[in-house]
């Protein structure tokens, strides 16, 4: 496998986003903003070395935002971007990786997803790998007082990780060190070198201004979902009847089972294990017995209900497993169509839902055949309280 460092740049003053500190130091949501950059990387399971390149003066912060990340000693910032990654890529030369990802501390939000499409570009045989995406907005230049439209066709926004085979950025960088440049895309071409687009992501946005830092807050905070996860169990006896009604399929069977509704104990206690992990209390809460509306209800009503609970929360379903306990009837022929039918009335993808059944060994009310029962458990991914 190829040897992939990332190399992290931090040496910047970061004026335009007001504050005390440099930007990259700044919290974000709790966090340096040069946390999160190296948090992107760090334990990356293709990346082998983390270097960041940060100024003397501004060691201990950078360290304060670095605790429990493992990285070699600081590279030297220098007075320029170009200068600072010149001194990053001379640091990372001892250890010779093959690939090296150049990445602007400011860019906190960067995905895994993009990462590995970078990656996978430099495996594919890209010499230089780098995130565009195309201008869409109407551009506009003053000359000599009048406004004049720039063409948008063709125009594109570089951003970071820029992903580079590291010994031709080093050579590069050292050919055109006396030549400013605000990128290394901009050196690679410089260089000669050939150049892969991948796509880049407008929520990988680059903090430069305090509005940028409420952007980037609230896109964070859209993505830090919170997941809780809830359980259910439900039991029926069997009465007198030629079929079952178990997650939403209906069974031929020697008896039916007993309740007010179907009695399907499969999707009462998924329905359970649902509200459960809303803290909706249970399913006896939301449709009681008592009340005749439900009499002979079939239960996809009620997990449907629930369905729409997470969802008017902002949620979604994102597992649900349910297991039968039963003698009888046989569950394997029916398990697909019950999956099935449970995605259908969640609306979420049948790789979500899992049914399974076990049997007692004979023991207990299952055991004996006076009846069966079910448990659930259910995730949901919510927005944060």
């Known amino acids: 496998m190829s040897k992939i460092a990332a190399l992290i740049v931090a040496a910047g003053q970061g004026a335009r986003a007001g504050g005390d500190i440099p930007k990259q130091f700044q919290p974000l949501l709790g966090e340096p903003v040069l946390r999160r950059s190296a948090e992107a990387f760090a334990g990356f399971p293709e990346i082998d ?213 179907d009695a399907d104990a499969g999707l009462h206690a998924l329905t359970d294990a649902i509200l459960g992990a809303l803290g909706g209390g249970d399913i006896g809460r939301h449709f009681p017995p008592t009340d005749e509306r439900w009499r002979d209800a079939p239960s996809s009503l009620f997990l449907a209900h629930a369905a729409r609970l997470v969802a008017k929360a902002g949620g979604a379903v994102v597992h649900c497993d349910v297991t039968l306990i039963c003698e009888r009837p046989k569950i394997a022929p029916y398990r697909e169509a019950m999956r099935a039918r449970v995605a259908e009335i969640l609306q979420i993808e049948i790789s979500r839902v899992s049914v399974k059944a076990t049997t007692t060994e004979g023991m207990g009310f299952p055991g004996r055949r006076e009846g069966l029962a079910a448990q659930a458990v259910a995730t949901l991914r919510l927005p944060p309280a």
């Not at 509005?211 to 259910?232: C, K």
């Not at 006896?237 to 997650?247: P, Q």
């Open 49 to 261: 070395l983390l270097q960041i390149v940060s100024t003397a003066e501004r060691r201990q912060e950078t360290l304060a935002a670095l605790e429990g990340i493992a990285c070699p000693p600081l590279a030297a910032g220098g007075a320029t971007r170009q200068d600072s990654v010149r001194n990053g890529l001379e640091a990372l030369e001892p250890h010779a990786p093959e690939f090296v990802l150049v990445h602007d501390a400011a860019r906190p939000l960067v995905s895994a997803a993009l990462i590995r499409r970078v990656i996978a570009a430099l495996d594919a045989g890209a010499i230089a790998a780098i995130p565009l995406l195309a201008v869409a907005d109407t551009l506009k230049r003053r000359e000599n007082e009048h406004w004049m439209t720039v063409p948008r066709e063709g125009l594109y926004r570089a951003q970071t990780p820029q992903g580079f085979r590291f010994a031709a950025l080093l050579a590069a960088h050292r050919e055109f060190a006396s030549v400013a440049v605000t990128d290394d895309m901009a050196i690679a071409e410089r260089a000669g070198l050939p150049i892969t687009r991948v796509d880049g992501e407008e929520t990988n946005l680059k903090i430069t201004t305090e509005e940028d830092f409420v952007h980037a807050s609230r896109l964070l905070q859209g993505t830090m979902n919170e997941f809780r996860t809830g359980q259910g169990f439900d039991a029926h006896r069997f009465a007198a009847g030629d079929h079952v009604w178990l997650c939403g399929v209906r069974i031929p069977h020697e008896a039916a089972l007993e309740g007010h509704s």
